[in-house]
């Protein structure tokens, strides 16, 4: 992860039970969040889950119906004491999904502007504009309509114009989604490097889990305008809290069986499941999700990554513990990698990818391993 | 709709915070000079003493409103006019709409620039022309006719039912429909169409079918405001309806208030009842620009333009030929009607001569009409963009409580006919004592020409405001920009098209306003719509078509104007 900028820990903004609705429906419910200064937090969550309006809260651009809002010791919203500070009056940086380049003004005046509004002298403003705009490689452009620019092109200047005035915090709204996708990886590695180096506090929003895990140094994932679950992302990948942070982040394999009476070999924590359907007979283990022991006979599934799978083609040999055999239904070469479906001998199937290191053929029977260290079991 | 724009994923509106305070202040100007000269007006239908005797209530006015026996007549000729107007204006429109925006049409942002230019024409001076060429007995066109053999008397006469439909279609009606419509259509997505052709839909019925569907909340918007519109028309029926005892709703108000004795409870009796018929037109106006029902049709696509193929030429010449008679015919024929020694008389011993023009601008009266007449409008124009551009960025853009009433007290103005509105302004600036200063001066006329371009400059401004991004406005927010600040520097700049082209219609709305204006003016104050009226009350109608003549190159001159400066306007 690189160094750590210093001031590290310093908490620059608070969200303490944060509630937003609009007419009945709730869209942000009782949100706590903190953010520590020189981190990229990240609000991760489907369309409607109540990523946005938090950060429009944070913005200033919505009002709380109720909770606190404070950044950097500041109370800059707060619904029981009737107070709220303008965004104009915030001092952050946002960049928007539309990046909202201004098509009135040109590339230096779309990063003057809020130079000018802070009263800065013009050989002030000149030097800063020009400095954040060599940052991003936009230097020679200061003269073209901000909107004749190539998309790429547009995130950056929105990006510098957040920037210039050294905000306490960044807001990003979804700033790639309007990108394609080479360019979106390119942007994204960009926004980093700068991250890193000007060690600024991010808050960003996204639905895009691969963003959002390649970007944050902890995120939160929102469902239904609450937070499920915060951590950092490889907390939050390997160790969900719920179905749902587990289903939103990656890809999982989930099957369904019942609790086995507690089997021998198995080590504290962990559950064995005997699988049901057609896969009646077999048995799997892992640790237990959930936070309450498992009953013998309740149902239960079990999930794994697709790629903490094991694969090999099936010799025919003993049954082996936390195994399962299949075929290969359908098979796809996508460049790096097969893309498999394999089947248990009814209807579902599960997607795994395999290796391209091996000639695989559609209808090849495979035996598939599930370290139980890898596999969790949930209550169903 | 709703699959439509559910497909689209359109944004929740956006509010943002304007200071409640400033709101507030807009509302209660407004409600001042609109809500409450309204309300004098329903008061005064039950005020039944005559003017200069102490005020006395009762319900004769309604009574006498209600008996007049023309009133029946009355209401059918609106009706039946209106209904007339729209059924052959609004096909016409939507068709050259279509044409203009959708199609290779050759020339077509000039033909368009034709139509803003006839939107432009004052109905009055269109009036005159038009009575050159179809008077039954000395117009050109019937004496052409007559001079055919086999042909005894020419066969139009434009003092008759058709002939005052005919002039509104040709006025109003059809050209205010076209230049709202053309924008509309041209921002439609082009991906509705492409996929009806794809799915191997001709050009026709793909129009038929998706681009006129598609568009029906705009087409039925523009409908709302035409009949609005001609539910008060007046000048027309004043001058074509007269000499054939023909009266509407609106010429029938006139007359009550004309006579000796003025009887205003009857005539605020009738306005109370045209207020009432109004107010659901303009609820159902409401209901359609409210709530994304427009979001169908906004810019940020290519539209692409269907080939007309081999109908181009004749398509071509026909829309040229309407061109002609809404702008053509009316300049030529008014500009000739100035140089007549007896207007209208074409077959008198050399008619031609170059004294009216000399009398008219000898005259100093008409110098300081002009001079009335340009601080008014250009004062109009500032004030209009000013005053209307808050009011629609309060309705589209804040969470302010009062918007839904600001927005519906904007269309007030539209409910009653202009006369009413200009004797309820007098009555408020007569009755309120720090208002009474105003009364005479161009300030007043300032105001009544605001208040009377309020509906149609709103609406646009509004429509123009819903396509802006909201994330334009709070991007400067977050920047550090006050609302001000934002209001000047993003706001402002980005609206710059719509606004003068507000500003270029209101300015051309005051400069040939004589509705809201025939109450309110003095000697002091009077512009030169009101001294080409007084010119025809005199008789005078060699005088009264030179001021309407210069009155038209006024407002041609804002259309060209306002072209020059690339403008582009419209619902959608």
Known sequence: MGAQPAGVGETVLTLDRVSKRFSEAAAVDSVSLSIRRGEVFTLLGPSGCGKTTTLRLVAGLERPDAGEITLRDRVVASAARRHFVAPNQRNL?????????????????????PLQLRGLPKAAVREKVARVLDLV???????????RLSGGQMQRLALCRALVYEPDLLLLDEPFSNLDAKLREQMRVEVKLLQRRLG??????????????????????????????????????????SAFVRDFLGQTVVLSGSVAAPASGSGPGRVTVAMNGTLTGCTLTGRNAAEAALAPGAAATIAIRPEDIQVAPDDRGPREAHHLLGAIDALSFVGDRYEARVSFGGEHGIVLLLTRAREWREGERVRLGFPPELVTVWPA | MAGLSDALAAPRPRRLELPGVLCTLVLAAVALCVVFPLLLVALQSLQVAPPGQPARYGLDGWRAALGEPGLRAALVNTLTVTFARQLISLPLAVLIAWLLARTDLPGRSWIEFGFWAAFFLPPFTVTLAWILLLDPEYGLVNTSIAALPFVGAGPFNIYSFWGIVWVHVVTGSLTVKVILLTPAFRNMNAAFEEASRVAGAGTLRTALRITVPVMAPAILSVLLLGTMVSLQ????????????????????????????VPRYDAATALAVLILAAMLPLVFAQQWLTRGGRYTTVTGQFQSRVHALGRARVPVTIGVLALVVVVLGVPVAFALLGTFMKLFGFFHVPDPWTLANWRTVLGDELFLRSLHNTLVLSIGTAVAAILVHSLIAYIVVRTSYAGRRLLDFVSWLPFTVPGIILGLALLWLFL?????????????????????AGMPLGVQIIRSGLMQL?????????????????????????????TLLAVGMITFVGAARNIGNFALLTTTANRPLSILQLDYVAQRKFEEAVVVACIIMFVSLAGALFARLLGLRSGLG
């Open chain 1, 200 to 241: 600024i506090t991010v808050l960003f929003v996204t639905h895009d889990q691969v963003e959002a895990l390649s970007l944050s140094d902890r995120l939160a994932v929102m469902h239904r305008g609450r937070v499920e679950q915060v951590g950092s992302p490889r907390a939050l990948y390997e160790r969900p809290a």
């Open chain 2, 469 to 497: 991004g909201a994330e334009l406005e709070e991007a400067s927010r977050i920047a550090g920009a006050t609302w001000w600040t934002t209001y000047r520097r993003i706001i402002l700049r980005l609206m710059a098209p």
């Open chain 2, 233 to 260: 028309t007046f000048e027309v029926e004043q001058v074509l309806g007269l000499p054939f005892r023909f009266f509407v709703f609106s010429t029938t108000i006139y007359d009550l208030l004309v006579t000796r």
């Open chain 1, 137 to 147: 490689g936009l230097g020679g452009t200061e003269s073209r309509p901000g909107t």
């Open chain 1, 93 to 113: 940086g946002m960049v928007f999904q539309s990046y909202a380049v201004w098509p009135h003004m040109t590339v230096f005046e779309n990063v003057a502007y």
């Open chain 2, 431 to 451: 009755g309120v004592a720090f208002l009474r200063p105003l009364y005479g001066t161009t300030t007043l006329l300032i105001i009544a020409g605001v208040i």
